[in-house]
């Protein structure tokens, strides 16, 4: 992938994107998304990165649709690899995601369960990017 699409990835998803954890009955795993009402970026941003996008319409009929594009464990990881270096906001949010992804199991080892460790680790982590994500003014 060409640098300037990387960089242009780090400042779409520094702007209108996120990285956290999602929760799933089945464990956790890292998730990056990119969000825009501009649709056919997002398409374009997908044909060079892969990930799906999911639209939603808003019932006020003032408002545009709006669209994510989302990436998820290994897939996630990849990303969050080839854009770190241009990060400028989420780059804790990144070290974090990415600190996160170390302590997935390798594919031969998937469904082998976790350390007692690895769990609380884990539990850390969600807790420092659900921090870092917080909207409003923190508390002091």
Known sequence: MRE??????????????????NKLQTGSTIRVTASNTAIPVLEELKSLWGGSICIS????????????????????????LA???????????????????????????????LSPAVRWARQKMRGMLLHLNSRGVPVT
């Open 4 to 21: 300037i699409d990387r960089a242009y990835l780090a400042g779409f998803i520094d702007a209108d994107g996120s990285i956290g954890v």
């Open 57 to 80: 319409s808003d019932k006020r009929s003032n408002h545009k649709p709006h669209g994510n594009l989302v990436w998820t464990a290994r897939a996630a990881k990849e990303i969050l």
């Open 83 to 113: 854009i770190q270096p241009y990060l400028k906001i989420k780059q804790e949010q990144c070290r974090v995601a990415l600190s996160f992804m170390n302590t997935v199991n390798p594919p031969d080892k998937q469904f082998e369960p």
